[in-house]
């Protein structure tokens, strides 16, 4: 008689299955598009944009927090610079962004392009 596993299934199969999962889900993190961290190179960059660190981390932030909502996170080097204050215009409203929160994302997004 054939041992079961929880599910119902052969031993042996439970774990196959698991070991299959795992490796799909570490598999995505390779794919992953983390948004970097502000730091101090981004005081370089955003002195060209004439945006303080303050503001570039607003903007992560709510680029973290907002943009999330309605679709994965987007690699900031998707778009082109030309590209990312229309895209973010038309997403803005469906974030609820008010438009110095609008200013903060395209700042962070453009000053990650940089990096």
């Not at 993190?29 to 503001?55: I, Y």
């Not at 992560?60 to 943009?67: E, G, I, N, Q």
């Not at 409203?93 to 994302?105: C, D, I, M």
Request: proline residues 6%.
């Amino acid at each position: 008689m054939k041992k079961l596993s929880l599910f119902g299934q052969p031993e042996g199969a439970a774990a196959s299955l698991f070991a299959a999962l795992l490796c799909l889900l570490t598999s995505c993190e390779s794919t992953s598009n983390q948004p970097p961290p502000v730091t101090a190179e981004f005081a370089k960059v955003g002195a060209r944009q004439h945006v303080d660190l303050a503001m570039l981390g607003e903007g992560r932030v709510l680029f973290v927090s907002r943009c999330i909502e309605c679709h994965t996170l987007p690699a900031v080097g998707k778009h082109t610079a030309a590209e990312w204050p229309a895209l973010i215009d038309e997403m803005a409203g469906r974030a609820n962004l008010k438009p110095e929160q609008r200013g903060a994302v395209l700042a962070y997004i453009l000053a990650a392009r940089e990096l």
